[in-house]
């Protein structure tokens, strides 16, 4: 769906619809005084049912993973550029279920500020990521818990910690 | 000494981000941050509508572009609005030509980047993203009638 040289108008549509629902989830919870918990925790839900609905889609010609990293690689380039049209920069792990997804340029946050401005609100725009990660990864048959980190934007930090039965 | 003001404003008359003031005289140009009183503003609001709608009223033929630039002895102003009613004003020595294409670029570029898709950014507010004022004082001084030369 996409062109060298030309910006088509999907990415905007997803940009814009992405800052619409943050916006209108944490205004109307804000009536009832609840903390930002409940609202990240909403993002994060919509982003696991979509993840998993997305990775149906991109998993259609792949072959069986052979082992969690195969899997991770995939997020890492297929799935991340199938989204935000770039990969992932850096991938860490520990070997023991911690992975580390590193995006200096994080396509959601590149408009909003390249330093410390707009800090707090950060995390807000990488809920719903965290969930489109997670979600991906149950349906790849890996439960997992996914959170994020933002210390200098755009750069920003998914950590997926794998969950054994 | 010719005074550059470069300003953007809004729809609504009690809106606007900040100015920045630059010294253009052909080869000099000297460059500081200020802020321009709410009163001042409104006054510029008004002679800028002013003068559209004179010269919508004078041109012999439809109006296309409209109001494009004035020019005093000592400095010129040059206008630029979108369909949005979003306005770009940049006030240049007298010897520079038609920068509409600049002040579009402006835009299209800076503004609807890192302003329009800013979710933080509110569209009816003063622009307090670090990151516009950044990249809208590396455009102006990319500019090829831009000169950092001061005397």
């Known amino acids: ?165 | 000494m010719v005074t550059l003001v470069c300003c953007v404003m809004f729809k609504h008359i009690y809106v606007y981000i900040y100015i920045y003031f630059f010294v253009v005289v052909v080869e000099v140009l000297m460059f500081y941050l200020s802020f321009l009183s709410l009163q001042e503003f409104k006054l510029m609001y008004g002679m800028l509508f002013s003068l559209k709608s004179f010269i919508k009223k004078l041109s012999p033929t439809d109006v296309k572009e409209g109001f494009l630039s004035y020019q005093t002895s000592k400095y010129k102003l040059h206008y630029y609005e979108t369909p949005t009613g979003i306005k770009i004003v940049m006030n240049t020595d007298i010897a520079v030509g038609n920068v509409r294409d600049v002040l579009q670029r402006a835009y299209s570029t800076i503004y609807v980047d890192f302003v329009v898709r800013n979710p933080l950014c509110s569209l009816d507010e003063p622009i307090q993203s670090e990151l516009f004022k950044q990249k809208i004082d590396a455009f102006v001084r990319g500019l090829p009638f831009f000169s950092a030369r001061v005397t």
């Open chain 1, 1 to 165: 769906m996409e062109r060298e040289g030309v910006r088509m108008a999907d990415e905007a549509l997803f940009e814009f619809l992405h800052m619409e629902v943050i916006s209108y989830i944490f205004k109307s919870l804000e009536k009832d005084d609840s903390d930002n918990g409940k609202c990240t925790a909403k993002l994060e839900g919509m982003g696991f049912r979509v993840g998993q609905g997305l990775v149906e889609r991109f998993t259609r010609d792949i072959p069986r993973f052979k082992d969690e990293l195969d899997i991770m690689k995939f997020v890492c380039k297929d799935f991340w550029a199938g989204i935000f049209k770039k990969q992932v920069d850096n991938l860490r792990t520990n070997h023991q279920g911690v992975y580390v997804l590193q995006d200096n340029r994080f396509r959601l946050l590149t408009q909003i500020s390249a330093g410390k401005q707009y800090m707090e609100h950060a995390p807000k725009f990488l809920a719903f990521t965290c969930g489109l990660v997670r979600g991906a990864l149950s349906n790849l048959g890996v439960n997992s818990i996914v959170t994020a980190e933002v210390s200098l934007l755009p750069a920003c930090k998914f950590q997926v910690m794998m969950q054994r039965a």
